[in-house]
């Protein structure tokens, strides 16, 4: 029965076309915009992510965002690293700046400043440039590919180019694999005391303390300890992850934009699917008709609808996850795109999606066909 | 005894719009004959072999087929009922235009939950004795109209049906086809079977031949039959 159902549809091939790609189109909109939205919200936290080694973050109070820090004073290094389970502290300065190059490009940058010594905090993963100490050079930054070619469009990453940083000489020296960050694409690494230079403003600008809890103790533990002999917030690298993240939730209009498409993606996809099977079925009612008067049962024709639903959803939902896969693929080697990945979670999540845009459909017109009085096949 | 009808009303609509199609009708159906039901239109003849079918339930009146009474059915048996024992004829064939001929005619067993190979085999064989031996792959719309109710003819034929129900079998068929898709009926259908037993409602005077026994109906009732109907 099922095979006559498949049958049916392979029958009205525009319509079983129409079908699939109704539901692909719903997939891959859904897959991509869902999927960016979560990339988005990592990109809220690179900069946590990417200092792996800080086991704890510590901040001004008032901080709850890792991309709107408040300066701390000076002196709150040496307060921190004097707190019983911290193995070691360093400095970490963040702010955004305008960089240009010498041929006049302009740009807006992150530059994080780096413990002079330990370079706490820079991505692990060195793409040109030997090691850590090309950033002791005079005036040496590193930045981050993607960044590099905002800069410079269209040309192969050197080393050795010059950029003007609030009237200061910098000159790149590495470049490391960093996340694009929320508020900027393009990221500078240097050691703290440069960074400074590179920026505005007097004393007491230390933005964040990175921790490291000692052997043994638990980073919620040594956290707690710091805050409470400071007075300052001090929060896990995993908590203060989820904070930022949360920040972009509560206080920008992605979450309600993104919402927004999905919730339209599966409304054009009921429409689409809908209406395409309730046409589907509305043409061959005569058919099903008959079918009653022979004596098929209704749970019988329901096997052979839901038949068709499946072939739909599955080849529908296939063609729509290969393209957002295709996507994210050929569009991760693109900067803007840099870091947005098709989730598993999301692919299963839009696949249950996708069965129930399909199911609704098919039982808003099946209905059509379990009510379909019999004796109708003997009308005109 | 086929069928056996007494005293049926059925009425369509409500309030000042309804319509009484059916005044305490009382119809039968002999095994081992060709039954037409003639009258002029409008007097209730689709309406009383949809009832007889078990498709239409009526508003008062008792329909036994072969010894069955339908009111005793739920929905899903009348539905099984109808697979095991009766098979349909349409003016319009209402084939599935997706489906050859052989799975056309094979539907019934399908439904029935037969094997798909099994299904084909008896539908090729019924096709074959149909005259459409060849023609067992070809779509619906490749097919003539006397063709397509040859196949229609042998979906209602397959599963071997003690009783077959047809409504103007020949209304959408030229002469020739109509008379042909008769003889057919009738050797297939009752096949010398006195268990069997075919309704066919017609205006068609070009087929009355084929009639063992005509039943003449006039606004929602059954006025005389010839010969008349032998009680047993
Ligand atoms: N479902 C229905 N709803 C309302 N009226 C109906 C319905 N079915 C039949 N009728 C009415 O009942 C009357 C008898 O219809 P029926 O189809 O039984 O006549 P018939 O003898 O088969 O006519 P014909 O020879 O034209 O096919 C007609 O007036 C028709 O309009
Ligand atoms: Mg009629």
């Known amino acids: 029965m099922m095979r006559l159902g498949l049958k049916m549809l392979f029958g009205d091939p525009i319509k079983c076309l129409g079908l699939v790609l109704g539901v692909a189109l719903c997939t891959l909109l859904i897959c991509q915009q869902v999927s960016i939205f979560f990339g988005l919200l990592g990109r809220a936290s690179s ?14 109070p008032a901080v709850n965002t890792v991309d709107v820090p408040f300066p701390l004073r000076d002196t709150a290094l040496a307060r ?41 905090g820079v991505p692990d993963t060195f793409i040109m440039g030997t090691s850590v100490h090309d950033l002791r050079r005079t005036d040496a930054i590193a930045v981050n590919p993607a960044g590099f070619r905002l800069l410079y469009p269209g040309e192969d990453l050197e080393l050795g180019r010059e950029l003007e940083i609030n009237d200061r000489r910098a000159v790149i020296a590495a470049f490391v694999e960093a996340s694009p960050a929320f508020s900027a694409n393009l990221l500078i690494y240097t050691p703290y005391a440069r960074a400074l230079t590179y920026t505005n403003g007097g004393r007491n600008r230390l933005s964040f303390v990175l921790v490291k809890a000692a052997d043994g103790q638990a980073p919620e533990a040594v956290a707690a300890a710091v805050a409470e002999q400071t007075g300052l917030k001090a929060v ?36 689409i699917v809908g209406l395409t099977f309730n046409q589907f079925i509305m043409e061959s009612i005569k058919q099903y008709a008959a079918l009653k008067a022979i004596g098929v049962r209704n749970g019988r024709l329901l096997l052979m609808t839901l038949g068709q639903s499946a072939f739909v959803t599955v080849v529908g939902y296939g063609l729509g996850l290969l393209a957002a896969a295709a996507f994210f693929r050929f569009g991760s080697q693109s900067d803007a795109l840099k870091g947005f990945y098709l989730l598993p979670q999301v692919a299963v999540a839009v696949f249950v999606l996708a069965c129930a845009i399909v199911l609704v459909s098919t039982l808003v017109s099946m209905r059509k066909v379990l009510t379909v009085d019999p004796a109708a096949v003997f009308r005109g | 005894m086929a069928v056996r009808c007494a005293g049926i009303e059925k009425g369509f609509g409500r309030g000042p719009a309804r319509v009484q199609v059916l005044r305490g009708t009382d119809f039968s159906v002999p095994t081992g004959q060709m039954t037409f039901l003639v009258g002029p239109s409008g007097c209730g003849k689709t309406t009383l072999i949809s009832v007889v079918g078990g498709i239409l339930s009526p508003d008062a009146g008792a329909v036994e087929v072969f010894g069955q009474d339908l009111a ?5 048996r009348l539905a099984d009922f109808r697979l095991q024992n009766l098979g349909f004829i349409f003016q319009q064939f209402n084939l599935l235009p997706a489906l050859s001929a052989v799975e056309n005619a094979a539907v019934p067993l399908i439904a029935r939950g037969e094997s798909a190979a099994r299904a084909h085999a008896a539908a090729a064989e019924a096709l074959g004795e149909l005259g459409l031996g060849d023609h067992g792959h070809k779509m619906p719309q490749q097919l003539s109209g006397g063709q397509q109710q040859r196949v229609a003819i042998a979906r209602a034929l397959v599963h071997q049906p003690r009783l077959v129900i047809c409504d103007e079998p020949t209304a959408s068929l030229d002469a020739e086809s109509g008379q042909n898709v008769m003889a057919l009926l009738r050797d297939v259908a009752l096949a010398g079977d006195t268990q069997r037993a ?16 005509m039943v003449e109906m006039s606004d929602g009732r059954v006025v005389g039959a010839s010969p008349a109907a032998a009680e047993p």
């Not at chain 1, 992850?241 to 409304?267: D, K, M, Q, W």
């Open chain 2, 72 to 76: 005793a059915l739920s929905r899903g």
């Open chain 1, 236 to 271: 896990t690298r995993a908590a203060f992850r989820g904070e930022s993240i949360a920040y972009v939730l509560a206080n920008t209009g992605i979450p309600a934009s993104f919402g927004t498409v999905v919730f339209l993606g599966v409304l054009i996809g009921i429409a």
């Open chain 1, 80 to 120: 921190v690293r004097g707190v019983d389970g911290v193995a070691w502290a360093v400095p970490l300065f963040k702010q955004n700046t305008q960089v240009k190059t010498r041929r006049g490009t302009l740009e807006n940058g992150l530059i994080v400043g780096l413990d002079d010594v330990s370079l706490v």
């Open chain 2, 198 to 213: 075919v309704v066919v409602v017609t205006h068609d005077n070009r087929i009355f031949d084929f009639a063992d026994r």
């Open chain 1, 47 to 60: 900069v946590v992510n990417d200092a792996a080694e800080a086991d704890v973050w510590v901040m001004d």
